[in-house]
């Protein structure tokens, strides 16, 4: 499975990327929105997108990029992902879970909106062989 994962918070995305590669996901990680605007348009392929809803002092706001990937891939799910708790404006068209305060919630999150059976079975398979399989009960 393969993850769009948008932060701009560095630190914590460099984190994720690493806790989520080792669950079994492969992730295109980028800080900035435009970027991976830029990506989506060179035909990057993904199966789920997690974008942080507030990309501050960036050239495009998280809900932007969004509606944006969707435009593109309307049939990929979003995550949005913040701090904050109010729902995006178009929360209807994203799952919204709010900043996911454990990897294992990120994993469920990430899960429950992939719709292929035999995709949710590989995750759950590879999640079972992770580092963190013991430790969230998987």
Request: proline share 4%.
């Amino acid at each position: 499975i393969k993850l769009l994962y948008v932060d701009n918070m560095r630190l914590l995305l460099e984190r994720d990327t690493k806790d989520l590669e080792e669950c079994g996901f492969f992730v295109a990680p980028y800080s900035d929105g435009l970027d991976a605007l830029i990506a989506i348009g060179d035909g990057l392929k993904y199966d789920c997108a997690i974008i942080d809803r507030e990309l501050f002092g960036e050239n495009m706001s998280g809900e932007d990029l969004m509606e944006r990937s969707k435009a593109v891939y309307p049939q990929i799910p979003v995550i949005c992902i913040s701090g904050y708790k109010d729902k995006p404006q178009n929360a209807d068209r994203f799952v919204h879970k709010g900043r996911a305060e454990t990897l294992k919630e990120l994993v469920e999150a990430i899960e429950a909106c992939i719709p292929s059976p035999k995709d949710k079975e590989l995750i759950q398979q590879e999640r079972k062989k992770s580092i963190y399989a013991g430790i969230f009960g998987w």
